[in-house]
Each structure stands twice: as C-alpha cells, then as structure tokens.
C-alpha cells in the first residue's frame, strides 16, 4: 500500500468515525447556550423601536433604511432559530462507507484539480478558482473542512471559507464575499443540501456545493450588495453607503449614512446626530451656530425658540 493511499484510508476512516459519532454530540448540546438568539431578537425589537421613531418624526428615509436592517436580523433570527431547531432533530441521512468516502477524495482531485490535508489541524482543504460576480472580481477562496469539528452538533459550523486575494467591501475587511463575513459562510437555499453532505459523510458533494454558492449572488441575503461594495462607511454604524448616498457632517469632518445623520432645522446644515444639539423646547436639532444660551437661565435652545434672548420660560416669568 502505497503512502498516498495510506493518507486517502486514514482521512476517511476520521471522517466517517466524525460522522457516526455526531447524533450523540447532538442531543448532549439540546440544552447549550442560547445567549446569541437573545441578542440577535434584542437587535430586531431595537431596529423596530428606531424604525418607529423616525417615522413619528417623520424621518421617511430613515425609517425605510432601520425596516431594510431589521429585515436583515429577521433572517439572521430565522437561520438561527432554524439552527437551533435542527439540533433536536436525528439525522437520517445513511452515512458513506469508507470505500465511498474513499472514492469522494478521489473525485476532489479531478474537481478541484488538487486537494491539501493538514495532518497537524486535521484540515481538508480545496482552491476555487477567481470568482467574478457581475464584473466585480472577488479572487480565489480557500474551502477548508476542519475535520475535528465534524462531530460537533451543527456540522455546518466546520468549516471556513478563506480569501486568497481578499478584496473585502469598503470599510468592512471581514466581509470578502457577498455571503462570506468572518470565514463564515451564508449558504443560503443551500444550508439544508451542505448540512445533508456533511451528515452522510458526503465530502466531494460539500465541496461542490460550497463552490456553488460561491459563485452564485443574492442581492436580497448579502452581507454588503455588491452594488454598494465600493462605497464610503457610515463613522457611526459602519453600514456602506454608495458614493452619492450619506452625508459630510461639516463639524467633525466624518462620512455618515442618512440614519446617522440629520440636518439643522434652522440653517439646513448637514450634520451627524452626535454633533447637532436637540434643543429642549421644539425638540428638533440644530447646528451649533443656531442654538444660544438664553441670557437669564444660561440653558442652551435653538434661536427660533428665543425671545429678546430669553427662553419660553424665562420670557413667560419676565
């Protein structure tokens, strides 16, 4: 027997020893840790609160962009929620022989061209070729199946999608795909068919569905569309704006997307919402050029609200 083969008989023999061992792991982690969904539900109510607020104040766009985001932690929730729910349901699927899994190694090497196995990490690891997705050129990506993990409850977090020549959206350096944040991947319509791969022990089909997703665009579940890759981030949430959306906030000099952003209600200056005071009588915001001090009780309002100098209650107690 010669050492590669050797090598292909070992690799499956800790695949397919991962893959039995998995139902088990399963039902000891039905009562792990749930922090995470509670935050991310926390993050949906907080979105729907600000979303409310803009539109009491009649801050249309806003609202529409706080709906957009929620939407988005919606569908973080829902994966979540799916995710957690899958972790009680049994695996059905039949699990590979060795010969089979054997065979998908094989087959990785006429796919993928070549395969590398760390022996050290207990990584199989696969090159996509450059990914281009409507013209914006993404490089190559390394698929990496980290077999150690494979008995962990939720195959689906083993393994890492890693870019060889990162060209990461504008001002967000973890995001190098549309459906790739933090090596982590977003597979999608193909979460169930991955995770059904990984279950059997199926390893050449993983591969290719990765690959798959890869190279196939969604602008309705991507991290950061790719119509918006290129553009500035906002100073204060980090969302990327297009170059002729958000605004300049003319005292700190910062870019910032329209829900971080408003305008003074007497001068119409641009400015951040950290920068335009609110004042406390009218409650709308306003540069610090149209806001003074009221000349008997020192506070701060807007010039629109002042009277021969004064505030509303200071003139009404004159």
Not at 13 to 22: E, H, S
Not at 241 to 268: A, K, L, T, W
Request: proline share 4%.
């Amino acid at each position: 027997m010669n050492d590669d083969h050797r090598t292909i008989v070992r690799i499956a023999n800790l695949i397919r020893d991962q893959v039995i061992a998995q139902p088990a792991q399963r039902l000891a982690a039905i009562s792990a840790d749930e922090r995470q969904l509670g935050s991310t539900m926390q993050r949906y109510l907080s979105l729907c609160r600000k979303a409310g607020l803009a539109v009491s104040r009649h801050w249309h766009l806003a609202a529409s962009q706080m709906i957009q985001q929620a939407d988005a932690v919606l569908r973080d929730l829902r994966y979540e929620i799916d995710s957690r729910h899958r972790l009680q349901v049994p695996a059905q699927a039949q699990v590979a022989t060795l010969s089979d899994i054997a065979r998908d190694l094989d087959q990785l090497e006429t796919e993928f061209h070549e395969w590398d196995y760390d022996e050290k990490t207990q990584d199989l690891s696969v090159r996509t070729e450059d990914i281009e997705l409507e013209g914006m050129s993404l490089g190559a990506f390394e698929v990496k199946l980290h077999l150690s993990r494979l008995v962990r409850p939720d195959p689906v977090a083993s393994y890492s999608i890693i870019a060889l020549d990162p060209n990461p959206a504008s001002g967000r350096d973890g995001i190098t795909h549309p459906h790739v944040s933090d090596e982590r991947l977003c597979p999608g319509d193909a979460t169930s068919p991955i995770r059904a791969a990984l279950e059997a022990g199926r390893i050449c089909d993983f591969f290719l569905l990765v690959r798959s997703v890869l190279q196939t665009y969604n602008a309705h579940s991507a991290y950061v569309p790719l119509d918006s890759w290129n553009g500035l981030p906002c100073h204060d949430c980090g969302d990327t704006m297009n170059d002729d959306e958000g605004f300049c906030c003319q005292s700190c000099d910062e870019n910032f997307c329209e829900s971080c952003s408003s305008y003074c209600h007497h001068c119409d200056t641009a400015g951040c919402l950290s920068c335009l005071e609110s004042c406390p009588e009218c409650e709308d915001r306003f540069c610090s050029d149209c806001t003074k001090a009221c000349s008997e009780c020192g506070g701060k309002c807007c010039v629109d609200c002042l009277t021969d100098e004064l505030c509303p209650s200071c003139h009404e107690k004159k």
